[in-house]
């Protein structure tokens, strides 16, 4: 029975990846074929493979790519730096802080994990809005802070609890301040926890589109996975483009991960093996 399920096992493991990969072809082979041959045939080799679908995307008059690219980098550049500081700042204190109402506090913050985005859209537009944050970059980075905040505390919290609390007793016995004991003593122990939640929350906030098309607005631009939507015609659609403009979109974050996969593994395996 046990050498049936080692002979199983990779194969469902081959056909599952099969699977996962299948859109992945379409979208490559696509944005190298022009677009009657895509209708033609959607799963063949593009043979010979032509470039007019990036050309298209990057030159298009109204410059769609690289105002959505500017206002991505932005968004996701500016929330994560933000989310990175607070929830540690915010985790170190929950997690050494003797008060009875911290755990309560920190439990009930890690419940913002179960709520999905869509139910708090429209109070996060009100609040905003009262603001003056709406249709601005600014509003969706305080949107997304918010959300993504019990993230990042979750993490932190669990890799706080693993650094020795005299490290920060000695230092606090030589004189150092409760800011600089944090910046100087703890959050340098915090570096692979803190690669993982920035890879983790990099590719939430680049990928998400509800926020930035709500939040952001027409007026103020767009991001790249809205760009992807609106690039989509009314009565028709380019294909070659369409694809060729969620290549690019997934570019970027795609090499952010692959730049930083080494520290993204050990900040999951830190806190487990300290």
């Not at 493979?49 to 030159?59: D, K, Q, R």
Request: charged share 10%.
């Amino acid at each position: 029975m046990r050498d049936r399920f080692e002979v199983v096992r990779p194969i469902a493991a081959i056909a599952l990846a099969a699977v996962f990969f299948f859109p992945v072809y379409v979208v490559v082979m696509g944005m190298l074929k022009p677009p009657e041959e895509i209708q033609s045939s959607p799963l063949g080799l593009p043979v010979p493979p032509t470039g007019e679908n990036f050309s298209a995307v990057l030159g298009r008059e109204d410059g769609l790519y690289w105002s959505a690219l500017l206002n991505s980098v932005q968004i996701t550049v500016l929330s994560v730096l933000a989310l990175t500081l607070l929830s540690a700042m915010l985790a170190h204190y929950l997690v050494r802080s003797k008060a009875r109402w911290t755990r309560p506090a920190l439990l009930m913050l890690l419940a913002g994990l179960m709520i999905p985005p869509a139910v708090i859209l429209q109070p996060v537009t009100q609040v905003l809005g009262a603001a003056g944050l709406m249709n601005s970059v600014a509003g969706v980075v305080c949107a997304n802070v918010a959300y993504y905040l019990p993230f990042g505390v979750f993490v932190f919290s669990g890799f706080i609890g693993t650094v020795p609390v005299e490290m920060e007793e000695a230092a606090s016995i030589d004189g150092a301040s409760r800011f600089r004991m944090f910046w100087q003593v703890v959050f340098p122990t915090l570096r692979p926890a803190a690669a993982s939640v920035m890879i983790f929350l990099g590719v939430w906030v680049w990928n998400d589109f509800l926020t930035p098309l709500v939040v952001l607005g027409p007026e103020s631009g767009t991001t790249v996975t809205v760009g992807v939507y609106r690039s989509v015609g009314e009565y028709s659609t380019n294909f070659g483009t369409l694809y060729a403009f969620s290549f690019l979109a997934s570019l970027p974050v795609l090499l952010f991960f692959v730049a930083l996969q080494k520290q993204f593994v050990a900040g999951l395996t830190a806190g487990s093996v300290k």
